[in-house]
DNA sequence: ATAAATTTTTAGGCAAGACTAAAAATTTAT
DNA sequence: ATAAATTTTTAGTCTTGCCTAAAAATTTAT
C-alpha cells in the first residue's frame, strides 16, 4: 500500500510522463507539486526502491509497468469520483477537483467498483478525461485543439486541456461545454483569434482559450 | 483544520465520554485507538492547546463545547457515508466501519450537506445510530437492550452495542436485523440466555447476544 | 498508614515527509 | 574548451505521530 503522498508523487509522474520518452526531471515533479526538488529526491529514492519508479541519479524518473498500473487505478478513482460529485451531488465540473484529490486516496477494494457499477460504468469526467479501467487500461479517443481548426471547419467539444476553475468558469459563461458544437467561422490574423458559433451565436475566442479547448472534428 | 490522526482522538474521546461526567481517562483512549498511553498524553497537550478538551494532569480529558462540535460532526460525517455505502452501494452493514472510518476525514463544506440531500436526510446509521445535524445536535431515542425485557414483553430492534463483524454476521444468520420485532418468551435462569421469537420462529439467545441489541418497548 | 499495584507522565528516539543551504553534476553560453 | 548558469543531490533540521523505558503520581490493598 501507498501513503498519500506517495500516491500524489506516482500520479504527478504519471501525468508528466504522457507523450514524453525521456525521463521526468525532478523539478517538474516538484513544480506540478509544489513542493522542493530535494523533497522530490527524497520520494524518489523511495518510490525507486519499491520499484514504482527508474530511477537513475541525474537522469530523471520514468513509472515501471507497476508504477503505470498504480497510477491509473489512482486517476481511475479520482475520475469516478469526480462524475459522482457532478452527477449525483450538484457539484458542477469547477469544483470538483479538490475533492477528488481527496477522494482518490480512500482504500477500499470494493467501494471503487461499487461506485463504477453505481454511475453505470462511465467511460468519461466531467472535463472529458477518459476513465481507466480496472486493469488500468485507458481508452484513447482522438481529438484536436480547437486552435488547429481551418476556417469554416466544425467539431464538437470533447475535453478540455486547462482544467483550473477560473478557465472551467470562462467556459461556463460563455456557454461552452462537452458536447458543444463548435463551427469556427473566421479565423484573425492580427491576434490569432477566433470568430466561432456556438449555439446559435457568434462569438470571438482568443488564441489562448482556443488552445485550452480539445474538439473532434466533424 | 484537524489532521486525520487528531480527529480519530476526538471523536474516541466523545464516544468515551458519553454518560460518563468524569474525565476520559489516557488508558481508555489508548485501549480504544489500540496506541499506547505515552502517545495518548502526547496528543491530549495538543488538543487542549487547540481548545478542544480541558485537560488537567493525571485528570483525563473533557471535551469542550467546540469539540463536541468536532465530534458531532466527525460522526455526521461518519454515518452518512455508511448509509451510502448500505443504500447506495450494496455495502452490509458490517462491512461498512472501514471504507466510512477513511471517509469520514474528507474535507469539504459542500460535500457532506449534499450527500445528506442524495440520502434525503436520514435520520439512522444503518447500525440504528442516530445521525447528528449540521449543528452537530444528535436526537436521542428511548432504547433499551433486549437482555432488560421480562418474559413475554415484546421490542422492535433499533440498534445494536456491538457493532463488529462477527456480531454482525451472526445477527445476518439469525435474521436479526433493524426494524424486527422480538419477543421474549422465555428467560433461562442456569445461564440467563433468552427464548425468543423472531419471524415467527422460536430462538434460544446467550445473553451476551441479548445485551448487545437495543430495542424499543412496545 | 504504609506498601503494592496501577496509571500517567516524562525523556529520549524513530520514521515519514517536508524544508534550507551548500555541494556536485549537468547543461548552456561564450 | 572553458566559464557561467541551471539542475539535482546531499547534509542537516523540523514537525507530526508514534514507540519504549523509566520516573512520578495516584489508586488499591493490607
Ligand atoms: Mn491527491
Ligand atoms: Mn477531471
Ligand atoms: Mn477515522
Ligand atoms: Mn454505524
Redesign the pocket.
Known amino acids: 500500500m501507498f ?4 500516491e500524489n ?1 506516482i500520479k504527478a509522474i504519471y501525468h508528466l510522463g504522457v507523450e514524453v520518452t525521456k525521463g521526468i ?4 515533479i516538484a513544480k506540478r507539486l ?13 518510490l525507486s526502491e519499491k520499484e514504482v519508479v527508474v ?1 537513475k ?4 524518473v520514468t513509472l515501471t509497468d507497476f508504477g503505470k498500473k498504480t497510477a491509473a487505478n489512482i486517476i481511475r478513482k479520482h475520475r469516478l469520483w469526480e462524475v459522482f460529485l457532478v452527477e449525483e451531488l450538484n457539484f458542477s465540473w469547477d469544483e470538483v477537483h479538490e475533492v477528488a484529490e481527496q477522494l482518490e486516496h480512500i482504500k477500499s477494494p470494493k467501494l471503487i467498483d461499487e461506485l463504477d457499477a453505481f454511475l453505470g460504468y462511465p467511460k468519461r469526467d466531467p472535463h472529458g478525461d477518459p476513465i481507466p479501467d480496472k486493469d488500468g487500461n485507458l481508452p484513447q479517443i482522438q481529438k484536436s485543439l480547437l486552435a488547429t481548426l481551418q476556417k469554416n471547419e466544425k467539431g464538437v467539444c470533447v475535453g478540455v486541456n486547462d482544467t483550473s476553475s477560473e478557465f472551467l468558469r470562462f467556459l461556463d459563461k460563455q456557454e461552452i461545454g462537452l458536447g458543444q458544437d463548435i463551427e469556427v467561422l473566421d479565423k484573425e490574423p492580427f491576434d490569432d483569434s477566433f470568430l466561432v458559433k456556438i449555439n446559435g451565436k457568434e462569438i470571438t475566442i482568443s488564441n489562448k482559450v482556443a488552445n485550452n479547448i480539445y474538439i473532434q472534428k466533424k
Open positions: 501513503s498519500q503522498s506517495e508523487y526531471s525532478t523539478n517538474a509544489e513542493t522542493k526538488a530535494s523533497s522530490v529526491t527524497d520520494m524518489i529514492k523511495k530511477y541519479k541525474y537522469q530523471g
